[in-house]
């Protein structure tokens, strides 16, 4: 895998989106920077939720993510820190995880490319499965399983990302039977895919956790608003969802559900 991965994993999502520093964001950004800067470690692993909603509202900044010590910087170039946070949707998911999984994710861990087939000159396009070699690196060593309607719970790792995809985000019923396999104590990773140009690309990763009232959340970072969350068991929630990610021009959009168990059950 190439060192430099240029911006790695960025949604297709339209040009009028909000840009990092103008006004209005640099307000969030300094007043939520003190409490985004420990949120991965402050946080207790049990109570999900909690760690999520420390990172909520914190502005979008392309290729953003914190690294294991709570510096803000960049995927593609470590060296760089800024002094307030920002996150693109892997580096939300790569600096959540660590809270909620007490992982401490090195950079280069997370972002590997697992099988050599998504660099530089790839037949499949650079970064094609970004987003399923990222969930599989986060989640490496922990017993998972893929959540779909009437699939095995299959190990992420041993699927091929190229041909098992999930289900369709639009389909309803589709997420209610996968939703209905994610047991108490688990969470759940999303990598979403699309295929561009005849070529697919795993383009956009988020967190799927249920609160104590059973309530589930679709945890993420878009640019135009940065870390948010959705509630996926209402059916506002749902249609919320369905319309960040409109079918557009891209056509189906699919989404693969991968369960782990959190520490101490969530619990």
Not at 91 to 99: H, K, L, M, Y
Request: proline share 10%.
């Amino acid at each position: 895998m190439s060192g430099k991965r240029p911006q790695p994993f960025r949604p297709a999502y339209p040009a009028s989106t909000t840009r990092l520093f103008h006004r209005g964001q640099i307000i969030v950004a300094v007043c939520l920077a003190l409490l985004a800067a420990d949120a991965a470690r402050a946080a207790p692993a049990a109570d999900p939720e909690a760690a999520l909603t420390r990172l909520s509202g914190l502005p979008y900044r392309d290729d953003g993510v914190d690294d294991p010590a709570g510096r803000h910087t960049l995927f593609a170039d470590p060296g760089t820190s800024f002094p307030t946070p920002g996150y693109n949707c892997s580096g939300f998911v790569t600096t959540a995880s660590r809270a909620l999984l007490g992982r401490p994710l090195p950079l280069d861990a997370a972002k590997r490319d697992r099988k050599g087939d998504s660099g530089p000159g790839s037949p499949k396009g650079e970064d094609w499965d970004f987003g399923y070699d990222l969930i599989c690196n986060i989640t490496e060593g922990l017993p998972r399983r893929v959540l779909a309607p009437g699939a095995p719970p299959a190990d992420p790792a041993l699927l091929d990302a190229a041909k098992t995809r999930g289900f369709p985000l639009h389909d309803a019923a589709a997420w209610t039977q996968a939703l209905a396999g994610l047991r108490p104590g688990e969470m759940a990773f999303a990598a979403l895919s699309k295929t561009i140009k005849g070529r697919l690309y795993y383009y956009h990763v988020a967190l799927v956790v249920r609160d104590p009232a059973g309530r589930v959340f679709f945890h993420h970072a878009t640019p135009g608003t940065g870390v948010h969350r959705l509630e996926i068991s209402s059916s506002a929630g749902m249609a919320a969802l369905k319309k960040e990610f409109a079918e557009k021009r891209f056509g189906d959009k699919w989404v693969l559900l991968v369960a782990v168990p959190l520490p101490g059950g969530g619990r």
